[in-house]
């Protein structure tokens, strides 16, 4: 069992690397607590399985350093770091049964035969593979397969942590709802620290105590599911967590005023302090459309939009709007009346999130 921290760390595949650009990982601090249930969240190509294969040692970080319970492992080798990890496709010996497959990693390192068959058994009953322990990994379907992956991922207890690469891509959607809730049952019975790379928000979130999303290289937020809906730390965060993502609204100050394009918003004072003195000129509103409140009928300190289009999803709808020039996308639930046409929004301020260059920054009251 071991704390993860990763000090300083970037990663570059190229030799010679010169701008950000050229870093897989750009750098970054970040810390795994020992019994954590985390997910790694992100785009393709954000980095994240490169940032998994410099944890578990099958890649040397080109700087910063990686330490285990303070102890630097930079060039430790997989074997030395007791690291298991589960890749997207299935990594099992055809030949052999499902009962040795799962007893293979307790082998390696010596466990007595009664502990690799209690812990062997204790295993394949969780991932309910117990019926099919005494037959031949290469007769199982592609399901079963990655399940005894998982396996033997799992079976053993000494390891400092269990990393999943997206271990569910190639399960069958029904299997990957039951999977994650397994693999959150074994995280609670063997409080293993558990990291768990996806780049689907809902299994992020169904899994996951805390996600990590990352971004070209980088950890953009790190937070509760709720944390991250609620508060996001980064406009990248803002569009990827939430469906539809968030609204963002390009602003700027004239005077007193919070335009946006030509048309001025209804933000309140405390938006206006804090735009005020802005040198940048990257400054955006957030709203999740959860949190815009859309009137059918006209009232005061409200903002008139156009309507365009109306999603009905049963027990909500989602109203795709146009204020000025931007669009925007509001949630109305299955009892508030429905506009046409014409919406009057509001912008509740403690719903309402100012980014400058990217970032959201504090808004005082
Ligand atoms: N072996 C490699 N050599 C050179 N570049 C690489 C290598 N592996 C990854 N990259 C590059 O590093 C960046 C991060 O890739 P990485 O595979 O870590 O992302 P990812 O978030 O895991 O994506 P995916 O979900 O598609 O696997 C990408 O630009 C990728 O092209």
């Known amino acids: 069992m071991a704390e993860i921290t990763l000090k300083g760390l970037a990663h570059s595949y190229l030799p010679d690397p010169k701008g950000p650009e050229d870093y897989a990982i750009r750098e970054m601090d970040h810390v795994w607590h020992q019994g954590g249930a985390y997910a790694l969240l992100g785009p393709s190509g954000c980095g994240k399985s490169t940032l998994l294969n410099i944890i578990s040692g099958l890649l040397e970080p080109s700087g910063g350093e990686v330490l285990f319970d303070g102890e630097r492992v930079n060039s430790l080798p997989p074997e030395a770091r007791n690291i298991a990890q589960v890749f997207q496709f299935p990594v099992v010996y ?12 307790l082998r390696n390192i010596g466990t007595p035969p009664a502990r690799i068959k209690e812990r062997v058994l204790e295993v394949a009953d969780v991932l ?11 007769n199982l379907t592609a399901d079963e397969k990655q399940k005894v992956s998982m396996g033997r991922g799992l079976v053993r207890d000494d ?24 693999l959150k049952e074994i995280h609670r019975r063997f409080n293993i620290t558990m990291v768990y790379v996806t780049h689907d928000q809902l299994e992020a979130s169904t899994f996951a105590d805390r996600i990590a999303v990352m971004y070209e290289g980088q950890v953009v937020q790190f937070g509760t599911p709720r944390e991250l809906f ?8 803002g569009y990827f967590i939430g469906s539809p993502g968030m609204n963002f609204l390009p602003v700027a100050l004239d005077g007193d005023r919070v335009m946006c394009g030509e048309t001025p918003l209804e933000v309140g004072e405390a938006f206006v302090r804090s735009l005020s003195g802005r040198h940048s000129t990257n400054l955006k509103l957030g709203i999740r459309p959860e949190f815009v409140a859309v009137h059918a009928e006209e009232v005061p300190d409200a903002m008139l939009a156009e309507v365009l ?35 009057w929004l509001r912008f509740p301020s403690d719903r309402l999130g100012l980014y400058v260059d990217e970032y959201r920054v504090e808004v005082s009251p």
Do not use: C
């Open 94 to 105: 055809d030949t052999m049964t499902v009962f040795d497959n799962l007893a293979f990693p």
């Open 128 to 138: 309910e593979l117990t019926p099919q322990l005494r037959r031949k990994a290469k």
């Open 159 to 182: 390891v400092s942590a269990i990393l999943f690469d997206e271990p569910l891509t190639v399960i069958d959607p029904q299997l990957k709802w039951k999977l994650r809730r397994k």
């Open 230 to 237: 609620e508060a996001p730390n980064h406009t990248f965060v």
């Open 309 to 343: 289009d109306i999603q009905d999803l049963g027990t909500y709808a989602i109203l795709s709007l146009r204020l000025g020039e931007q669009r925007l996308k509001a949630r109305v639930e299955e009892d508030e009346p429905l506009p046409h046409k014409k919406a």
